[in-house]
């Protein structure tokens, strides 16, 4: 009897699948109709680890199965390449960036060759290559030509540690994303997309997506931040000027007793101006610069502020209104100005108290209105409204809404990225570079110290280039692209990345977007996913396509852990993938990733599993090869079965009914792989009987190897050509299930004596009404339940149920 050599046989399908270009697909075939299956492309760190073999995993059952449900299955794979990593190594260990990466990418594509995945790697796209960004740089060009790109000066987020700007998606509790260091401000010219010309969009059209999981669509609607308030204006005392606020509460407006302003505000320093207020604000600004991002934004900040010399007056009460800085206003977000309400809101409740400002409760604990003039009494919703329509009627406000969602900061001081295509020239200002000069090539005469601007200033010949408007000497753009421009738009470069002409076939991305599904991990539910969709949009706009939304089914999969925790290298509680692999082979690893937890769920590791997964896969591999010699010589008729050959088949049935809905229907792929291992516990002891059926064996033994395959590809593969069929089993179609044969022989009647269950009686599955009693009659149990009773009337449901009803 044969043994079960993964080695041998995982080597031997990757290298048939590879000759004769088993995945293949092309994307202008219209024969089948189209399913386009994705996983999240991975940063190349040059090794593959457990979350990446879950990821991939996944994709691959989803793609292997769509694929033999009848479709066009696109499955690509490419590399997320810009980025610090390369960067950092090249300063430490002097490889070049794009060395160092291409090098990984080669490591990572074999160690991606061992788990047996179903890529078709002519799709490949590498973001950092100059085949891609070239597109990458279109796309900028094309968005600055719509104003959805422009550049301004601000206080942008700084990691001092990785020298760069951050997106505040990228800052994580006031930390670096990337590093963990904290995040400082400072001001910078900087380049923006302008997310928020489709706030509205992203936040409504997420409730389109129901391939999605809620938690994601929240996390993305909570960040968008819609709020509903009004713009209120304060005309300033003595000046030709009014200062606008947004505020949630305008019901609140009798209790504003003075106004607070974001010191970074461009309008803190006009009030200032010319007066000695300026270096008040100065040197508040210099404390706030010393001030980290957690530390603003943290709600038991202690409150501090600065009286600026000027009053507002309250549109309402007539009344003045000092104006201060204060710490806890932010100049990014409404106006970057707030009327102060210190019975009302917490933050100007302890900033009143702190300073000694007047506190005036407008509302009381009814939710009526006081000390509020003609609104006394009126309920504070009410008066929500009513305010609104007086301040509107006088021209001094206006009902609105707000979105904490910001404009996307995508300068980055770094090399490893994407440089933006424009030209700054002393007579034209900024220049796009021509869309012929395409792509703008990094150069590589620079030098990584790893400090300061952009690596990209040390290199002359990039940075002194002509004006392509008036050809005087002028400077190149220094700075890069954040690289989550790069993975914002790579799912529409897989369709058509050969495309030399153009960016891609509209037409091409028209049909194949949506992906159909998309699978990664939950820490991209906010950053990648909403520039995705942004983009998506953004293209849809300017004619690129005709699709909206990028990703119609979304699975977000779990972590896997060690022992409860997270795997990390300062834990050293890794578990290396080509470690298992070599220990076990790649079915078993992605038996076992599959089989442990549901794949939204958090995995816990344990090798035991993995060992039961093994043992599992080589009991497989033992009765189909035992049993691969009937199988060969069997004609699938199915003749003067027995009761046991018909509970067989109904196993084999049901068993594929089962997987099919579970792969169809859900991600049941823990379930699915549950009820193999039941199908093979029952074939194990099927064919012990004296009077086998070869045609159930036969059905039973091909339906296992079929529902393997997607799971276990190369044994998939293997039993398949044991079993004498030819070809790979994934070209064959994903058989339909035998309705007739999962119906049982049997089944089971309950009886009752006046309503009451006695017992339940396995009868023929074709009994009529009279032997239904007959046989309820003759039994022990309602013999015993009935005796010296008068039975009044004997009522059968047919295949159900028997009531006796007695005196
Ligand atoms: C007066 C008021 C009274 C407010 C009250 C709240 C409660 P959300 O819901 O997050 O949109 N605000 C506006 N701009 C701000 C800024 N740049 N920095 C800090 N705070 C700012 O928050 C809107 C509320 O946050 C606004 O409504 C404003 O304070 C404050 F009883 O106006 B409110
Ligand atoms: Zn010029």
Same mark, same amino acid.
């Given at each position: 009897m044969g043994v079960y050599n993964f080695r041998e046989i995982e080597k031997k399908w990757q290298d048939h699948w590879k000759q004769v270009g088993q995945y293949k697909m092309d994307t202008k075939d219209n024969s089948k109709p189209k399913y386009y299956c994705l996983e999240m492309f991975p940063y190349p760190s040059g090794k593959i680890h457990m979350g990446h073999v879950r990821n991939y995993s996944i994709g691959d059952v989803i793609a292997r199965f769509k694929k033999m449900e009848g479709y066009n299955v696109l499955h690509p794979m490419g590399w997320d390449s810009f980025g610090l990593p390369a960067e950092n190594a090249a300063i430490k260990n002097g490889v070049h960036p794009h060395k160092w990466t291409m090098s990984n990418i080669e490591d990572m594509k074999e160690q991606f060759a061992l788990l047996g995945l179903s890529y078709d790697w002519d799709k490949e796209v590498a973001t950092s290559t100059p085949e891609y960004y070239k597109w990458t740089q279109k796309i900028f060009l094309k968005l600055l030509e719509n104003d959805l790109a422009y550049k301004k000066k601000s206080y942008v987020n700084w990691c001092p540690n990785c020298e760069t700007v951050l997106a505040n998606e990228q800052v994580v509790q006031g930390e670096c994303e990337r590093c963990g260091t904290e995040v400082i401000k400072k001001e910078l010219e900087q380049w923006y997309f302008r997310t928020t010309a489709f706030s509205e969009e992203l936040l409504e059209e997420i409730d @389109? $997506?129901? &391939?999605? =999981?809620?938690?994601?669509?929240?996390?993305?609607?909570? #960040?968008i931040g819609k709020s509903h308030g009004a713009h209120v204006d304060f005309k300033v005392k003595d000046m030709d000027k009014d200062i606008r606020v947004y505020t949630t509460r305008p019901d609140t407006i009798f209790g504003s007793t003075f106004m607070v302003v974001a010191p970074e505000a461009q309008l803190a320093r006009e009030l200032v101006n010319g007066t000695e207020y300026e270096e008040i604000l100065d040197e508040f600004l210099g404390k706030m610069h010393k001030m980290t991002q957690i530390e603003r934004e943290a709600s038991d900040l202690e409150k501090d502020g600065k009286f600026i010399g000027k009053y507002v007056i309250n549109p309402l009460t007539g009344k003045e209104m000092p104006i201060w800085i204060a710490n806890y206003v932010l100049a990014d977000y409404g106006t970057g100005a707030v009327m102060g309400v210190a019975a009302h809101d917490e933050r100007d409740g302890d900033f009143a108290r702190k300073f000694g400002l007047e506190i005036i409760p407008v509302i009381d604990e009814d939710d009526k209105m006081i000390n509020s003039g003609e609104f006394d009494g009126m309920d504070k919703n009410q008066a929500f409204d009513s305010i609104i329509e007086k301040l509107e009627k006088d021209g001094k406000g206006k009902k609105t809404t707000n979105y904490r969602l910001? /404009?996307? $900061?995508?300068?980055?001081?770094? %090399? #490893? &990225? !994407? =440089?933006? =295509?424009?030209? %700054? !020239?002393?007579? !034209?200002?900024?220049?796009?570079?021509?869309?012929?000069?395409?792509?703008?090539?990094?150069?590589?005469?620079?030098?990584?110290? &790893?400090? &300061? *601007?952009?690596?990209?200033? @040390?290199?002359d010949t990039f940075m002194n280039h002509k004006c392509p408007k008036c050809g005087k000497p002028a400077r190149? *753009?220094?700075? @890069?692209?954040? @690289?989550?421009? /790069?993975?914002s738009w790579y799912y529409m470069r897989y369709v058509d990345n050969k495309n030399n002409e153009d960016i891609f076939d509209s037409n091409l991305v028209d049909r194949w977007l949506p992906v159909d599904q998309y699978i990664g991990g939950v820490e991209h539910a906010i950053l990648h996913l909403l520039y995705s969709r942004w983009l998506t949009k953004a293209m849809n706009k300017m004619g690129m396509t005709k699709h909206k939304e990028p990703f119609r089914n979304l699975l977000t999969q779990g972590m896997v852990l060690m022992d409860g925790a997270k795997m990390s290298k300062s834990k050293g509680n890794i578990v290396s993938p080509l470690e298992i692999i070599d220990k076990y082979g790649a079915d078993t690893a992605r038996l076992f990733i599959l089989f442990a937890a549901p794949p939204e769920r958090d995995l816990d590791w344990n090798e035991q599993g993995v060992e039961g997964c093994f043992k599992f896969i080589n009991r497989v591999y033992r009765i189909v090869d035992e049993l691969a010699e009937i199988s060969k010589n069997t004609e699938l008729k199915f003749e003067n079965l027995t009761k046991e050959d018909k509970a067989m088949r109904s196993k084999t049935n049901l068993t594929l009914k089962k997987v099919t809905e579970d792969l169809s229907q859900k991600f049941g792929f823990n379930t699915a792989i549950a009820a193999l291992m039941e199908l093979i516990n029952d074939l194990y002891k099927y064919k012990e009987n004296e009077n086998i059926n070869k045609a159930v064996i036969k059905e039973a033994v091909e339906t296992v190897v079929i529902i393997l395959a997607p799971f276990a590809p190369h044994l998939g593969e293997e039993l398949w050509s044991m079993i004498g069929k030819e070809g790979s089993v994934f070209d064959i179609k994903w058989p339909e299930y035998n309705e007739d044969a999962t119906k049982s022989d049997e089944i089971e009647i309950v009886v009752q004596v006046n309503g009451k269950l006695k017992n339940k009686i396995v009868m023929p599955a074709d009994v009529n009404q009279e032997q239904m009693k007959e046989i309820a009659f003759a039994d022990k149990k309602i013999i015993d339940s009935i005796s010296y009773k008068d039975i009044v009337k004997v009522i059968a449901i047919p295949k159900k149920l028997v009531n006796i009803v007695v005196k």
């Open positions: @389109t $997506l129901t &391939g999605w =999981p809620e938690k994601v669509k929240l996390m993305q609607k909570n #960040w910001r /404009d996307w $900061l995508l300068s980055r001081q770094r %090399y #490893w &990225g !994407c =440089p933006i =295509p424009v030209v %700054y !020239c002393d007579d !034209c200002g900024i220049v796009p570079v021509d869309e012929s000069e395409l792509p703008v090539l990094l150069p590589t005469d620079v030098e990584f110290t &790893g400090k &300061g *601007e952009s690596p990209l200033l @040390t290199s190149r *753009e220094a700075d @890069t692209m954040d @690289t989550f421009v /790069d993975s």
